[in-house]
């Protein structure tokens, strides 16, 4: 399983954010039966 973590305070170009979806895209593609979580830990609440 990929826990795949977004902590930058930007949201738009950011670039820890590219990367890290970069790594997740390739990382899926070549795990396709594995598990993936996403969370936005910058992310505001309501």
Do not use: I, Q, V
């Amino acid at each position: 399983m990929l826990l795949h973590l977004d902590a930058s305070a930007r949201r738009a170009s950011s670039f820890s954010r590219e990367l890290s979806a970069l790594y997740a895209e390739s990382w899926r593609a070549s795990h396709p039966d594995k598990g993936y979580l996403y969370r936005a830990t910058s992310a505001s609440r309501t």
